[in-house]
């Protein structure tokens, strides 16, 4: 039972193909299928007695206590969080386990919450929805499988918390409903697990079902095979609930700080292994030994177990009785992988990672922490140094997932759709990532590439490499650069580099050339307005530690174009929390210009 609002919505029902069935079958990781533990689930609920789960459980207990606990609960359901690609695969999937397709869902506020605050997203971002599917225990008694589900479609941003929570499978419990509840008999229970090791993980009282949810971590020693435990009481018990939950609190604090404190040590842990290139020597079907991968990588294989054990607690490795596996979250690592991250895990734990160690001295001083410790800002630093710079570079295509929608923008396809070609004008566009995908996905746009004179022919490569070279032309300079007669301009992740004045700067260099037509896309994370979680806060702290930057609100980003003669039209959210503010010229030249597009 969860306390979650009872606001009702219907699965459809599908029939599952002969193809379906076979998919469901086969096992491609470590991690089971949805499907798989949607099946685990039902087994389970039908094959337990109450008073032998509650040994498993609990294994310290004894014949008089195992007594006690079995005469005031009865096992009532198990719990599953699911992430089906559409509704329509989670009535397949609910099919293929013996559980009625058509069964009423509600949203689930309590594991969204949950979600919500361990991957640092927005509420609203997760959509989980609650089933009740009726199983029959051994004697025929009247149980359920508590089914939560987050539609997660292919190449949603929502793939690594799936992929998350599918391998730690942190929402799946077991639940105990408490007959004839009274508040003495409640205060026993909670001590009795209590005793044995439970300890107190939260709750809530639902008015709508008028009914207290009491939660519990498992022991350690727990042999039921669920790491969570919920005790339900029908009736109002929030005076005993208040308790629980002061317990709860107490228990929290000192280990979330502690666990927060050794946030380097993932940071280190994973750029170490990105640096030892141990992704590329595993893969996510067969397993690795230590000793082997040692021997692949020039490492000690002790050492190296150590710091994959670490990784396992990540999920970012998989660990079986033959040695490690590589599990999707840690295959953005690999070099190979067309999504790969490792370039960002070798700038976080090195050069950046080291700018942070002196983040005191920037908020005491106001320093930039990057030119403290350099004695230049780090774009002139990284211009000195070919290899640092390619790996900046690099590290800034690692996140160009965040560009995809970009190429669907109206305003793109509005200019691709012209009836003469239009040409986008990237404005320090680094390596041509995101130039070479928008030229890619609209073969009739032009592109001109802005960038200083060390980052041009890296450019020209990587556009030549795309096959959209020659619709491309280079110019190397600076922001007073800027080149006349593009019909859609773009700034981006560059304004959050520089403090206003230099942003004002910019912008005006961009309208100064802006034909009344034109458009600018300025692509940046927004910092939420009503402090949301939110990536951008975060990228905050980091632009202000390495280059002196900032992220902003979008009403401080309207502010600023307003003072360089633009105005926002609206703005748009893209993946990894970023989003595309689209301006145009706030008041037309005299006489208009001309909408021609550059030769």
Known sequence: ?????????????????????????????????????????????????????????????????????????????????????????????????????????????????????????????????????????????????????????????????????????????????????????????????????????????????????????????????????????????????????????????????????????????????????????????????????????DAQPEHLARLLRYLAMLDVVSEGRDGFRLTPLGALLRADNPGSVRPLALMYGGPFYRSFGALAHTVRSGEVAFEHLHGENHFDHFARDPELAELFDQSMAASSRMFEPLTRHPVVTAAAEAPSAATVVDVAGGNGELLGRLLTAHPRLRGVLLERPHAVEAARRSLDAAGCGARCTYRAGDFADVPSGGDVYVLSRILHDWDDDRCREILRHCARVMHDDADLLVVERILPADGTPSLATAWDLHMMCNVGGRERR???????????????????????????????RAVPRPGGTSSASMP
């Not at 979008?554 to 990894?576: E, F, I, Q, S």
Request: proline share 6%; net charge negative.
């Open 1 to 297: 039972m969860t306390s979650d609002r009872t606001t009702r919505t219907r699965v459809r029902t599908t029939t599952p193909t002969h193809d379906e069935d076979k998919a469901a079958s086969v096992m491609t990781t470590t991690t089971p299928t949805d499907t798989a533990r949607l099946r685990a689930a039902v087994d389970f609920v039908r094959e337990q007695d109450t008073a032998a789960l509650l040994a498993l459980l609990l294994p310290g207990l004894d014949a008089l206590e195992q007594r006690s606990l079995a005469d005031r609960c009865r096992f009532s359901h198990a719990a599953v969080l699911v992430f089906p690609a559409t509704a329509n695969e989670l009535a397949s999937q609910l099919a293929r386990c013996g559980l009625d397709a058509d069964t009423a869902a509600r949203p689930s506020v309590v594991v969204r919450e949950r979600l919500a605050a361990r991957h640092g997203r927005s509420p609203a971002q997760l959509d989980v929805r609650i089933l009740h599917p009726a199983v029959a225990g051994p004697q025929g008694e009247r149980r359920s499988v508590e089914v939560f589900a987050l539609t997660v479609p292919p190449g949603s941003e929502l793939t690594p918390i799936a992929a998350h929570e599918r391998a730690r499978q942190h929402e799946a419990h077991l639940a105990f409903e408490v007959e004839r509840p009274d508040p003495l008999v409640l205060h026993g229970m909670r001590a009795l697990l209590a005793r044995h090791g439970a300890a107190a993980d939260g709750g809530g009282y639902n008015p709508h079902e008028d009914g207290t949810v009491f939660y519990f971590t498992a022991p350690a020693d727990s042999k039921a095979g669920y790491g969570r435990v919920e005790l339900y009481a029908p009736g109002d018990h929030r005076d005993v609930l208040a308790a629980h939950l002061d317990e709860h609190r107490l228990l929290q604090p000192a280990e979330m700080l502690l666990r927060l404190m050794t946030g380097a040590w993932t940071t280190q842990a994973l750029a170490a292994f990105a640096e030892l290139r141990a992704p590329d020597a595993m893969d996510t079907r067969t397993a690795t030994s230590p000793t082997a991968l040692a021997d692949a990588v």
């Open 554 to 584: 979008a009403d401080h980003y309207a502010r600023l174009l307003t003072d360089a003669g633009l105005a926002l039209v609206d703005h748009v959210p893209l993946p990894l929390d970023g989003s595309v503010l689209h301006a145009r």
